[in-house]
């Protein structure tokens, strides 16, 4: 289970609710976190585990348009 959020991109790629109100067609699923992998919880891993996970072993199993946040990567410094 993946944590994230829809959005919807306007022409120069910065998200705008009213086009995600009004059907827009640039729509994105931005992962934050990863809360289970294989039925197993793993949110009291450390959020280093927690990136790596989704970075390098279910992200890239997942198709477009669904993409990594940027937040996450500067989360990930904290």
Request: positive net charge; aromatic residues 6%.
């Amino acid at each position: 289970m993946i944590d994230g959020e829809v959005v919807a991109l306007d022409a120069d790629g910065k998200p705008v609710f009213s086009l995600l109100q009004n059907g827009g067609t640039n729509v994105h699923f931005y992962v934050f976190d990863v809360r289970m992998v294989g039925g197993n919880d793993v949110t009291g891993a450390p959020l280093v585990k927690r990136r790596d996970l989704l970075e390098n072993k279910i992200l890239p199993k997942l198709p477009e348009p669904i993409r990594c946040s940027l937040c996450w990567k500067r989360a990930s410094r904290i």
